[in-house]
């Protein structure tokens, strides 16, 4: 079957549990934070932190991370741009889904263009897409490069990695920036929060 009939032949069907009737269940209303910058920024550990902080204010919440997510969902797809760009696509619709839900999700990859980033961002409901550059330079986070992949791609044996043989488009406007070169992972969760309660999106007056 072709993609044309298929899309011929598919119907979307609305919910009768509103988007606002589950925020108000929830008494906070959904987002997607997403995380962005080069690979051991601290993407994931910062989202991971907001998350445990979040839990513990009995906020519905779930941090979809990069590596994870290339375990299972997107485990078909390489490291190509036409890959990178279809891995955030696919992320984009599923983080849409968690705020149809009320929840709200925490993203960390590393998304490295910013058409792909903007692209999320019109899938979602404005002010519920919440872009976060963890900013470090890559002499810092190849000095971090916890898990090696730094030296990896120096030496050869990674091709296209973002930050060596492949670019990283820094957000121009994002809703945030964490400069995890000089600040500690707690203060930085602390910084996400507080935009997140100053914005609404943590509002029980629903």
Known sequence: MSD?????NITWHEHRVSTGEREKLNRHKGAVIWFTGLSASGKSTIANAVDHKLHEKDIHCYVLDGDNIRHGLNENLRFSAKDRDENIRRIGQVGKLFTDAGVIVLTAFISPYKAGREQVRSFCPHGKFIEIYVKASIEVCEARDPKG??????AGEIKGFTGIDDPYEEPENPELILD???????????????YLESHGILTSAL
């Open 4 to 8: 044309s009939s298929k899309s011929m």
């Open 149 to 154: 992949l730094y030296q990896k791609a120096r």
């Open 180 to 194: 995890s070169e000089n600040h500690g992972i707690d203060e930085l969760a602390d910084q996400v929060i507080s």
